[in-house]
């Protein structure tokens, strides 16, 4: 990119970057898009971007080169990327008046290319168990409903998980849930309720229909959500409010109808409901997640594959809507 919009993004060919001091230097074989990608490009999202701009956050590719005192991985190892490379463990960095948002393919460049370098600490290897296509969308995706359920949640086996949409988060949140043994409410438009409900999901309610919150409750017998992976965000959090059970869990993930949330006030305190504000996670958690994908078989939803030449067919697919996972692939 050598500003913003569309029309900006371009490919060019470079020389192939050499890993320096603590650096390795990556064959990218796959990069996941997130519907945060597009907004980069189109409007920059008021990120300090550095043109010309590499867009990009989740990877899957091979260590070809090591730079000196680089120790954590080998040659040929398979890694993934961290979607947030600061932020190895415990709380985010930052401080309540400007907290972190330092990412790939925002702050830092990103990793749309078939080579990168990049300091080793921002890499994790890759799940065995996964095609390279898989493991990229782990990052972001994979990671945000892990964080949320596994981590923030410690979703247990029993309780209800209410899921909204069928997107790359949404998918994974149910197979995670599962995971755990909970029972799992999709709700997302009629069209693909039914894929929903053959990757694992309990029951299906359409989101269109003027009822859909007294469908949910009618299906908990008035129990309500234990958890619920709320990715709308506006007014959608007062909706969420309504069906999550006593002492239950909301995990604020999207934002699709704005960045200014509300919701009432009562039945949030009279039913004790905690809020967690869910922006991916910690490399920590990106290694537990790949060890229980490796565990327990699960396998990423990817709705389409492109190579790099149709980027720009990709970025439409993300306007129409995708179930599951766009991937971008190489060579």
Same mark, same amino acid.
Not at 9 to 36: D, F, I, K, S, T
Not at 144 to 153: K, N, S, V, Y
């Given at each position: 990119m050598d500003g913003i919009g569309r029309e900006?993004?371009?490919?060019?060919?470079?020389?192939?970057?050499?890993?320096?001091?603590?650096?390795?230097?990556?064959?990218?074989?796959?990069?996941?898009?997130?519907?945060?990608?597009?907004?980069?490009?189109?409007?920059?999202r008021d990120l300090p971007l550095a043109f010309p701009f590499t867009p990009g956050s989740d990877l899957a590719g091979t260590v070809v080169a090591l730079g000196d005192n680089a120790t954590r991985f080998n040659d040929g190892d398979r890694v993934i990327s961290t979607f947030t490379p600061d932020w190895v463990d415990g709380l985010r960095p930052g401080d309540a008046r400007t907290p972190a948002y330092r990412t790939l393919g925002g702050f830092y460049p990103g990793v749309l290319a078939e080579y990168v370098v990049v300091p080793q600490d921002w890499l994790v290897l890759a799940p065995r168990t996964l095609s390279d296509a898989e493991a990229a969308t782990l990052?972001?995706?994979?990671?945000? $409903?892990?964080?949320?359920? =596994?981590?923030? %949640? @410690? !979703?247990?086996?029993?309780?209800?998980?209410?899921?909204e949409g069928t997107g790359g988060v949404a998918l994974f949140g149910i197979q995670i849930a599962k995971l755990h043994g909970a029972r799992v409410i999709v709700s997302g438009s009629a069209d693909k309720l039914d894929r929903a409900l053959a990757l694992g999901a309990d029951h299906g309610v359409d989101r269109r229909q003027d009822d859909w919150v007294e469908a949910v409750l009618a299906v908990t017998g008035d129990h309500g959500a234990d958890h619920v992976m709320e990715l709308?965000?506006?007014?959608?959090?007062?909706? $969420?409010?309504?069906?999550? =059970?006593?002492? %239950? @869990? !909301?995990?604020?993930?999207?934002?699709?109808?704005?960045?200014?949330?509300?919701?009432?006030?009562?039945?949030l305190m009279l039913k004790d409901i905690t809020i967690h504000g869910i922006a991916t996670g910690h490399r920590r958690a990106l290694t537990r997640l790949v060890d229980a994908v490796d565990r327990t078989g699960l396998t990423p939803t990817i709705d389409t594959r492109y190579p790099l030449t149709e980027l720009h067919a990709a970025l439409d697919h993300l306007d129409r809507g995708a179930f599951g996972k766009i991937v971008v692939e190489f060579g």
């Open positions: 900006e993004l371009v490919l060019r060919e470079v020389h192939v970057p050499q890993p320096g001091r603590g650096e390795v230097l990556v064959r990218v074989a796959a990069v996941a898009l997130n519907y945060r990608d597009k907004m980069v490009v189109e409007n920059g990052p972001c995706a994979g990671l945000t $409903a892990w964080f949320a359920l =596994a981590e923030r %949640g @410690h !979703v247990r086996a029993g309780e209800t998980v209410l899921v709308v965000g506006g007014s959608h959090l007062g909706q $969420a409010i309504r069906i999550t =059970a006593v002492g %239950g @869990h !909301v995990y604020q993930i999207g934002a699709l109808d704005g960045f200014e949330v509300s919701a009432p006030v009562m039945p």
